[in-house]
């Protein structure tokens, strides 16, 4: 484990991990649920029986990610209530951050179908793919170049001043 000058025995980190990680799922179930919410009141819509063929296993696909993404964020608290008192909070902790990856992998495809299928219905197919595939562009930015700017920005931090940036993180 790399030392970043925290004064924290194991369980200390694993505990801080642990509340990092169930923060960002807070965040994560919040946008979810909307959009899960969103999507399971179409059906009862007067305008969803206009819905072509290809929209309606558009929606059913959207449905079932957004049911994915709401069982897998689900997961880490079942794992915890389950192994709690176990001495197990580092696994839950690796088990938790694998979870949150395909959490998010599955609410950026929610996310970007949900716009194609907006966009389809309400201008037109030609707009939904092109909507739906800025989205996914801009997820895939988000996912690759933003994460290699931080490590950039903090490289530099580390060349410049090599003694104070263990204690940053």
Known sequence: MIDDGRDETPNERSDR???????????????TQIMAG?????????????????DHV????????????TLLALAPVMLHRILFGERAKAQLV?????????????????FVGIVLFVFDFVVSPT????????????VLLLWT??????RNARDRAAHASPTTNASKT
């Open 38 to 54: 969103f999507l399971l009141t179409l059906p009862f819509q007067q305008r969803f029986t206009e819905l072509g063929p290809f």
């Open 58 to 69: 558009l929606y059913l696909c959207l449905v079932i990610f957004a049911v994915l993404v």
């Open 127 to 138: 707009a939904g793919i092109w909507a739906g595939g800025a989205v996914a562009v801009l």
């Open 145 to 150: 170049v933003g994460p290699r700017l931080l």
């Open 94 to 110: 690796h088990a938790a951050s694998a979870i949150l990856i395909l959490c998010l992998i599955a609410a950026s495809l929610l």
């Open 17 to 31: 991990n642990w509340s990092e990680l169930m923060q960002e799922f807070r965040v994560l179930q919040t946008g």
